[in-house]
């Protein structure tokens, strides 16, 4: 090992050393309750905090055509009304005890975060359990979450320079599975969804035993336990939730996408692949690449593109955590007057190249020194830990996985690098989108 190796591994060692004091497998306690809801409970007591959150486990991935968007809709209307709390309370009582939350939905999960100070903890349960117990769809706050949805995705469509493009090639990517509709669901669905479709939704996939619940902080774990006992496992429902039957076929052959946009100043290229889902062996050296590709002023792609041909202004990369076989998507907004052809050619030459000359060592050794640390200073708080937990135990195939994350990047070799790119960076397994004023000649081959 090369001596900045070793200054490295040890400053990381000891980040991990401090991490892993504050954090470890045997100090979150796992708590199944009676009507299947899982809750991991960390007891953490650096500061006078706590925070919850819930993971449902549905998504845009569990609609189906008609009903498109639902589960990003739930998440609005879950802060509007339920039996003891009336619309704009929650809010209101969470600010009134210290607490903040938020929400967020992708493809595979709806995420619930309450932040709160810890004396808080039995008004934050009762909230949490009111609404999933007793949420009221009503006629009038439907129609004006409805009124806030179709305004989000049209502001996003128009003022995001991505979303129409990747919303177009995921699209195209995808020719059977869930994954091919936006988050954000269809218009036409949005203003068409019933009262009915609402309803029965929310009693399939707002079932506890389709939900992990993670608890930390300066908590008390038999209080805890009570207060859930009490307000959260007589919660039960009888609907059993159905799974995502649907597998994606194998691509057949390169996709491509353009999408005309005359408000457009400068062109932008995404360039994806299919790829396995979180919990495959893969994850860990896909995860490596979106560093090397694209993990700042160093990587292959912002070296190339911005630094030394100056033909983009950034570069970027997604790798989603996805319950099935999800999309790497690469991400360059060209400069002004630039060919998108020519950032698709430079990307595509300097992918072909680490097809066939495996990344350096110290290359490699960069992008898991960066991954590991981001881990680790994650750790170091209760909503970091919360978050993680949640993610690892969804996600990865248990919590228990997030405390081996570290030694699971170790062990990726500059081999496995080329091996995955050999898999799955493929041109029969690529789409291509490209977003400009007008239609490049040639586009289309």
Same mark, same amino acid.
């Given at each position: 090992?090369?001596?900045? $190796?070793?200054?490295?591994?040890?400053?990381?060692?000891?980040?991990? &050393?401090?991490?892993?004091?504050?954090?470890?497998?045997?100090?979150?306690?796992?708590?199944?309750? +009676?009507?299947?809801?899982?809750?991991?409970?960390?007891?953490?007591?650096?500061?006078?905090?706590?925070?919850?959150?819930?993971?449902?486990?549905?998504?845009?991935?569990?609609?189906?055509?008609?009903?498109? &968007?639902?589960?990003?809709?739930?998440?609005?209307?879950?802060?509007?009304?339920?039996?003891?709390?009336?619309?704009?309370?929650?809010?209101?009582?969470?600010?009134?005890?210290?607490?903040?939350?938020?929400?967020?939905?992708?493809?595979?999960?709806?995420?619930?975060?309450?932040?709160?100070?810890?004396?808080?903890?039995?008004?934050?349960?009762?909230?949490?359990?009111?609404?999933?117990?007793?949420?009221?769809?009503?006629?009038?706050?439907?129609?004006?979450?409805?009124?806030?949805?179709?305004?989000?995705?049209?502001?996003?469509?128009?003022?995001?320079?991505?979303?129409?493009?990747?919303?177009?090639?995921?699209?195209?990517?995808?020719?059977?599975?869930?994954?091919?509709?936006?988050?954000?669901?269809?218009?036409?669905?949005? +203003?068409?969804?019933?009262?009915?479709?609402?309803? @029965?939704?929310? @009693?399939?996939?707002?079932?506890?035993?389709?939900?992990?619940?993670?608890?930390?902080?300066?908590?008390?774990?038999?209080?805890?336990?009570?207060?859930?006992?009490?307000?959260?496992?007589?919660?039960?429902?009888?609907?059993?939730?159905?799974?995502?039957?649907?597998?994606?076929?194998?691509?057949?052959?390169?996709?491509?996408?353009?999408?005309?946009?005359?408000?457009?100043?400068?062109? $932008?290229?995404?360039?994806?692949?299919?790829?396995?889902?979180?919990?495959?062996?893969?994850?860990?050296?896909?995860?490596?690449?979106?560093?090397?590709?694209?993990?700042?002023?160093?990587?292959?792609?912002?070296?190339?593109?911005?630094?030394?041909?100056?033909?983009?202004?950034?570069?970027?990369?997604?790798?989603? $955590?996805?319950?099935?076989?999800?999309?790497?998507?690469?991400?360059?907004?060209?400069?002004?007057?630039?060919?998108?052809?020519?950032?698709?050619?430079?990307?595509?030459?300097?992918?072909?190249?680490?097809? +066939?000359?495996?990344?350096?060592?110290?290359?490699?050794?960069?992008?898991?020194?960066?991954?590991?640390?981001?881990?680790?200073?994650?750790?170091?708080?209760?909503?970091? +830990?919360?978050?993680?937990?949640?993610?690892?135990?969804?996600?990865?195939?248990?919590?228990?996985?997030?405390?081996?994350?570290?030694?699971?990047?170790?062990?990726?070799?500059?081999?496995?690098?080329? @091996?995955?790119?050999?898999?799955?960076?493929?041109?029969?397994?690529?789409?291509?989108?490209?977003?400009?004023?007008?239609?490049?000649?040639?586009?289309?081959?």
């Amino acid at each position: 090992m090369k001596a900045w $190796q070793y200054a490295v591994w040890g400053a990381l060692f000891g980040f991990a &050393g401090s991490a892993q004091a504050v954090m470890q497998s045997s100090d979150v306690e796992v708590l199944q309750l +009676k009507n299947g809801m899982k809750v991991l409970l960390l007891e953490d007591h650096s500061i006078p905090n706590a925070n919850m959150y819930t993971f449902w486990k549905v998504g845009s991935r569990n609609e189906v055509p008609g009903i498109t &968007g639902l589960s990003h809709f739930f998440e609005h209307m879950m802060f509007n009304g339920s039996k003891n709390y009336p619309p704009g309370s929650f809010d209101k009582v969470m600010e009134a005890s210290g607490g903040s939350n938020n929400a967020y939905t992708t493809a595979d999960v709806t995420v619930y975060t309450n932040w709160f100070t810890a004396t808080a903890m039995p008004t934050i349960v009762d909230l949490e359990a009111d609404r999933i117990a007793h949420l009221k769809i009503d006629d009038a706050k439907t129609e004006s979450e409805r009124g806030v949805v179709l305004s989000e995705r049209s502001t996003g469509l128009e003022n995001d320079p991505w979303e129409r493009l990747y919303e177009a090639s995921k699209a195209a990517a995808f020719e059977a599975h869930p994954y091919t509709w936006p988050v954000i669901g269809f218009e036409s669905d949005i +203003k068409a969804w019933t009262r009915a479709d609402l309803e @029965r939704y929310f @009693r399939t996939y707002y079932n506890p035993s389709n939900a992990v619940m993670v608890i930390s902080g300066d908590i008390k774990p038999a209080d805890v336990k009570k207060l859930l006992a009490d307000k959260i496992e007589v919660i039960a429902r009888d609907e059993k939730v159905p799974e995502v039957r649907t597998k994606e076929p194998p691509q057949q052959g390169e996709k491509r996408v353009f999408i005309a946009k005359e408000a457009t100043t400068a062109p $932008q290229v995404m360039v994806g692949y299919h790829v396995p889902e979180t919990k495959h062996p893969d994850f860990y050296a896909l995860d490596l690449l979106t560093e090397i590709l694209t993990g700042g002023p160093s990587s292959r792609l912002v070296k190339l593109l911005v630094d030394d041909k100056r033909i983009a202004s950034s570069v970027s990369s997604d790798l989603p $955590q996805a319950f099935d076989p999800t999309f790497f998507a690469i991400f360059v907004s060209g400069m002004e007057g630039k060919d998108p052809r020519e950032m698709e050619r430079l990307l595509l030459s300097e992918i072909d190249l680490m097809r +066939k000359k495996p990344v350096s060592a110290q290359e490699l050794q960069k992008a898991k020194n960066k991954k590991v640390v981001d881990l680790y200073r994650r750790m170091e708080t209760i909503n970091g +830990k919360s978050q993680l937990l949640g993610d690892f135990e969804v996600f990865h195939g248990g919590y228990q996985k997030l405390f081996d994350a570290a030694g699971s990047y170790e062990k990726v070799t500059p081999a496995d690098i080329t @091996r995955v790119m050999n898999t799955y960076f493929l041109k029969s397994n690529r789409t291509v989108g490209v977003q400009d004023k007008q239609e490049p000649a040639d586009f289309r081959y």
